[in-house]
Nanobody, 127 residues
Framework: QVQLVESGGGSVQAGGSLRLSCEAS????????LGWFRQVPGQEREGIAS???????YYSDSVLGRFTISRDSAKTAVYLQMSDLKPEDTAMYYC?????????????????????WGQGTQVTVSS
C-alpha cells in the first residue's frame, strides 16, 4: 500500500505558523480519505482535519478557523497549514489514509477509520 511520510514539524512561538506535509510513496492519494491527527503522550489520539476524494473537508472544533488541510494537484501529498498556533497544539502529528466513505462528516476524524499511518512529526508551541 501507499507509504506516508510526514515532515514540517518543529518549534514555534505561540501565534506563529507551520505547514506540515505528508508525502505519498508508491502511489497517490486519489482514492483515499486523508486525515491529520495529533497525540500527546498519555492521551488519546485526536482527529483534527480530514479531506475526501472530492475535496470535502472536516475539522475538529479545536482547530477550526486556524488549520487548513489540502492536497496537491498530483494527489501525491497532503498538507496541514497551521496558523495562530497555541501551546495546547503541542503534540505529535500524524497523517493517515483510509476509505473515503466518511468524508465530510465527524466520523472522518475517528482514528478507527484509517488503516495507513505515517510515522509522525513533532510540533512544539511555546508561550
Amino acid at each position: 500500500q501507499v507509504q506516508l511520510v510526514e515532515s514540517g514539524g518543529g518549534s514555534v512561538q505561540a501565534g506563529g505558523s507551520l505547514r506540515l506535509s505528508c508525502e505519498a510513496s508508491g502511489g497517490t492519494f486519489s482514492r483515499y480519505l486523508l486525515g491529520w491527527f495529533r497525540q500527546v503522550p498519555g492521551q488519546e489520539r485526536e482527529g483534527i482535519a480530514s479531506i475526501g476524494t472530492e475535496g470535502r473537508r472536516y475539522y475538529s472544533d479545536s482547530v477550526l478557523g486556524r488549520f487548513t488541510i489540502s492536497r496537491d494537484s498530483a494527489k501525491t501529498a497532503v498538507y496541514l497549514q497551521m496558523s495562530d498556533l497555541k501551546p495546547e497544539d503541542t503534540a505529535m502529528y500524524y497523517c493517515a489514509a483510509g476509505l473515503a466513505r466518511l468524508a465530510g462528516s465527524r466520523w472522518s476524524l475517528s482514528s478507527s477509520e484509517y488503516n495507513n499511518w505515517g510515522q509522525g512529526t513533532q510540533v512544539t508551541v511555546s508561550s
